[in-house]
Every structure is written in C-alpha cells, then in structure tokens.
C-alpha cells in the first residue's frame, strides 16, 4: 500500500496579513508611533476582507505589537525582541534536554558570537557603554554570593552585546542565556574560578576602553577557551 506525506495546514488569509504587517515593522518601513492604514485601506491592499484585516490586527494586539487607540485608530508600540529572544531559548533548551546541542556546539555558536561582538563594540561603545561595563567588571568583583556572580557575568556580557548597537547581538546572546547561566554557576564553584573570571573580563575591559580591536579579541579568545573547560564541570563527561 501506498504512504502518503501529510499535508501542511497553509497559513489564512489572516496570518499571512499579520506576517506581512510584521515584517514591515521589522523592516522600519512601520515604526513605533505609527498608525497603520485604515482597515477600509488596508483591506483595499492587501484585497481581504474586513474580518480578516481585524483578526489580523488582534494578532498582532495580542503579541504587545499594537495598540487599538480609540479616536486614533491602530498605532505601533513595539518589535518585541523578547518574542524572537523567548523563542529561540525555548529552542535551545528543548534541544539541550534532547542531547542534540552539546557543549562543543554550545561553544562553537559562542565563540562566533561573542568575537566578533567584542570586535564590533571597540568601534561603536559610548563613554556611557564602557562606563557601564565598568560597574557591571566592579560589580562582579565586590559580589561574594554565587548567584550574584554569575548575574554580573552575565550582565557584563549583555552590557558589551548592547555597545555594538546592534540589537541582533543583543537578542541572540539573550536566547542562549539560560545555558550560559547553568555553565557560569557550576563553573564558579571551582576554586579560584571566580578570581580567574573578573581577571579575564578586565582584561576584556581594558582593550575595549582603548579601542584596541586586536587586543579585545585577544581576550575574549583566552576567556573562551578557559570558559569551555567548565562546560561539562559538574556532569557525566
């Protein structure tokens, strides 16, 4: 007997809109503060119905993209990066629960991450950036508490994410947060880790505060490379 694939659902007509709306947002040919068209307009575009065009905008209402202001019709409030942040750490999880994501491809994502972030933010971080790397490097050195940190590591790392300018850095470090967190806190129980840790993100610091692109890459490969010994710390190798 013959196997049939299964059929895949094809998005609605409603979907599909919400999609298009959202990649124009994505895109900053919508921006927060705008109103959309009309729903007379909108339906005349994209040739739907006005049933359609309002399930669409309740899409995109329910996700925290828009708001329905009387008197002011449909106006943009966000691009949640926390939508595409969430998602891509559920996956990450789900993966790592399933042993399809192991701590070498942890590492490797990592490493092509974070080099050229660190490159990237000796071009573009502001005195306000490197000052708040600063206190986040002295936050972590006067902490005595082992979840507190790890939170500073994490927060010095998401300081120098947001010194690219480049939100995409931002969110990707974010999705694998929760991993990197779990690796951070078995590590730092090793003697001497946590000494180790804020020397290395000072050194980071420092080249990133001289603008030294060769130097911050310098360092950020020696915090890496001693980080993955402490990937399996703690665990059935």
Do not use: W
């Not at 010095?156 to 690219?164: D, E, K, P």
């Amino acid at each position: 007997m013959s196997e049939f694939a299964q059929l895949t659902r094809e998005p609605s007509l409603a979907e599909r809109v919400n999609s298009a709306l959202m990649k124009s947002i994505a895109s900053g040919a919508l921006a927060i503060g705008d109103r959309l068209p009309s729903e007379r307009a909108l339906c005349e575009q994209f040739g739907v119905s006005r049933t359609v065009i309002r399930e669409a905008v309740r899409g995109l209402q329910a996700k925290g993209v828009v708001q329905v202001r009387h008197g002011r019709g449909v106006e943009i409030v966000a691009f949640p990066a926390s939508h595409i942040t969430e998602a891509v750490r559920l996956f990450a999880q789900g993966a790592t629960d399933q042993n399809s994501l192991n701590a070498e491809k942890i590492s490797e994502v990592r490493r092509a991450l974070e080099l050229r972030m660190v490159e990237i933010a000796c071009k573009r971080a502001t005195d306000d950036d490197i000052a708040q790397l600063r206190a986040a490097h002295e936050a972590m050195s006067a902490a005595s508490d082992l979840a507190e940190i790890a939170a500073q590591d994490v927060a010095f790392h998401q300081v120098l994410a947001a010194s690219t300018h480049n939100i995409m850095f931002v969110v990707l470090l974010d999705s694998v947060g929760e991993i990197l967190m779990e690796i951070r806190q078995r590590s730092l129980q090793v003697p001497g880790r946590k000494e180790q840790a804020i020397t290395e993100h000072g050194q980071v610091l420092e080249a990133v505060t001289r603008r030294d692109v060769a130097a911050a890459h310098s360092a950020m490969e020696d915090h890496l490379s001693t980080s993955e010994s402490f990937y399996t710390v703690g665990r059935d190798a």
